[in-house]
Nanobody, 128 residues
Framework: QVHLVESGGGSVQAGGSLRLSCVAS????????MGWFRQTPGKEREAVAV?????????VYHDSVKGRFTISRINAAKTLYLEMNALTPGDTAVYYC????????????????????WGQGTQVTVSS
């Protein structure tokens, strides 16, 4: 099971930007479908952005973050990123990095059930 460690969370004012990083214990491109999720107290964990394991895969975004967030990866660094721009208080949450089962495509599925490995989470707080 791949081990994931997130970093980059913090506090920012509305309109600001943050970049989250997720370092994996092994190479991810071609092997794991990867995703960023977020969760606020009392709510279900929701997918923010998902990137399938193929090197040319197109990302899938939650409607609320389209045009503002970008998911990307650098395989040589075993790292997944989430660039977040134009942040709003509604983006405040704990953000989690997740990986699917090895050698299994997401095929557009962003439900939590297909992700097997999770990071510890990093807090993002956006003030108005």
């Amino acid at each position: 099971q791949v081990h994931l460690v997130e970093s980059g969370g913090g506090s920012v004012q509305a309109g600001g930007s943050l970049r989250l990083s997720c370092v994996a214990s092994e190479y991810i491109t071609g092997r794991y479908c990867m995703g960023w999720f977020r969760q606020t107290p009392g709510k279900e964990r929701e997918a923010v952005a998902v990137l399938d394991r193929g090197p040319a895969s197109s990302p899938v975004y939650h409607d609320s973050v389209k045009g503002r967030f970008t998911i990307s990866r650098i395989n040589a660094a075993k790292t997944l990123y989430l660039e977040m721009n134009a942040l709003t208080p509604g983006d405040t949450a704990v953000y989690y990095c997740a990986a699917g089962a090895p050698a299994v495509d997401c095929s557009g599925d962003s439900s939590k059930r297909i992700f097997r490995s999770w990071g510890q989470g990093t807090q993002v707080t956006v003030s108005s």
